[in-house]
């Protein structure tokens, strides 16, 4: 089965195929499972759940059917499990429930929007006596979608993204159902930036007049599997960077502090340092480069085209090197040495000084261009011994930390899909490059 990115984000999820013969069956009481397993700890939970029109408009037709097959019309044939699982889940003692329909951000036609209405309408019954949050992320509704939206039935509360969706605000202004909850999500979930605290109570203190007091709840613009999830982890990010910044836990903490505030316990000292943050991270030199902002802005049109044609190129290539018409090469990383490892640790522990390492790694090169060489290869690779490959993405955080604009965490891991997690660099300003960054090993391999 498919593989692909949950929306815009690096998360994954397996696409269900479907078509006209499926038969759904409630397989997995994960859900239920773990709702006890925590209640049984003293925690309640908020189950969520996958909305049954977004389960199906992110499906696809299974090998051997029609492309053209309507994935909706299998709505009837999904609801009753929707309505097994939801039945157990009171039964657990469940007040609340959340289902995440994010596909009412797409373009949606009058037919699909009707689904929501029809599968709603099914399942009021049996949401009875719940408090039900429908979550929509990632981007504006379009005001057929909030519409449709408000007006589903057994719903009490609305979950909006209000960091991308900048014009749902004024959809909630206009229009916004007295007596429904609203889930304002106006703490980014998906970037590691400190939230503008000002900026959200500004925005939370004006949709109380609409929404109203009791029925304001902060939140954040999306699940927070999106961002890494403590930077009191990191012991090795400078301070005015790290001050800029905020992973799950802390954005945990600005929810809080924003719901405080809107209750009239407003932490002052919290929300000067985060207004110190930001002023910090607007005006920093690190952010906003001159010499790159300059450099960016004397670029011409021919700047972005070669001098000479691929042709003229290819020629004074051949003429230099006198490769064959297929040449032999590697594909550039040799194997890690248990040595190579061992010294990269020592250095890395200073246990050895910089000195020892660059000798043990030009040592490394040697034997893989004398092996290269005994074995006639054609295009040789010095086999970047400096450059850990341990790990995947370790050549990025090689070249990154010789850039500046760049920043790297020791343990910002972000879920990609099931047990596997990516540590992506921050990109926290203009980048440039300081110096050579391979010039040194490349001449060392040549010599």
Not at 139 to 162: F, H, Q, R, S, W
Not at 324 to 345: A, D, H, N, Y
């Amino acid at each position: 089965m498919e593989m692909t990115k949950w929306f815009d984000t690096n998360y994954h999820f397996i696409v269900p195929e479907l078509g006209p013969d499926v038969k759904f069956s409630y397989a997995s009481h994960k859900a239920v499972d773990e709702f006890k397993e925590a209640k049984a700890l003293g925690v309640d939970t908020v189950p969520v759940l996958i909305g049954p029109v977004s389960y199906l408009l992110l499906s696809k037709p299974a090998k051997g059917v029609e492309k053209t097959f309507s994935l909706l019309s299998l709505l009837p044939k999904i609801i009753p499990i929707y309505k097994e699982v939801i039945s157990e889940l009171k039964a657990a003692g469940a007040s609340w429930i959340q289902f995440d329909e994010p596909t009412l951000v797409l373009d949606l036609d009058s037919q699909q929007l009707q689904a929501f209405t029809a599968a709603y309408a099914d399942l009021e019954s049996t949401l009875s006596g719940l408090n039900v949050l429908i979550e929509t992320y990632f981007a504006d509704l379009t005001p057929e979608a909030y519409k449709t939206l408000i007006g589903l039935k057994g719903v009490t509360a609305y979950g909006l993204d209000l960091v991308r969706g900048t014009q749902t605000t004024d959809l909630v202004k206009k229009d916004f159902p007295k007596g429904k909850y609203l889930f304002a999500g106006v703490v980014d979930g998906r970037n590691i930036w400190a939230n503008d605290l000002a900026s959200s109570l500004s925005t939370m203190q004006a949709l109380e007049a609409v929404v109203g007091k009791d029925k304001l709840v902060v939140s954040t613009s999306c699940s927070l599997l999106h961002t890494a999830v403590d930077l009191v982890n990191e012991t090795k990010l400078d301070d005015e960077i790290k001050s800029w910044l905020a992973f799950a836990a802390q954005k945990v903490v600005e929810v809080n502090a924003l719901a405080k505030a809107l209750a009239g316990q407003k932490d002052e000292a919290f929300f000067s340092s985060n207004a110190a943050a930001q002023a910090s991270r607007k005006s920093s030199p690190r952010v906003t480069n001159a010499a790159v902002q300059k450099a960016a802005d004397a670029l011409k049109g021919s700047d972005h085209r070669r001098a000479t044609n691929v042709s003229a190129r290819l020629d004074a290539q051949q003429k230099k090197l006198n490769l064959p018409i297929l040449p032999t090469t590697t594909i550039g990383s040799f194997p890690q040495t248990v040595e190579l490892r061992r010294v990269r640790r020592e250095f890395k522990a200073n246990k050895i000084s910089e000195d020892d390492y660059v000798k043990a790694i030009k040592e490394e090169i040697k034997k893989v261009v004398n092996l290269q060489e005994e074995l006639d290869i054609d295009v040789l690779v010095h086999g970047e011994p400096e450059a850990s490959i341990l790990q995947r993405n370790d050549m990025v955080e090689y070249f990154g930390e010789q850039l500046s604009g760049f920043a790297f965490t020791v343990n910002g891991w972000v879920q990609s899909y099931g047990s596997r997690c990516v540590k992506p660099p921050i990109i926290y300003g203009d980048v440039s490059r300081p110096k050579a960054m391979t010039v040194f090993w490349s001449s060392t391999a040549q010599s």
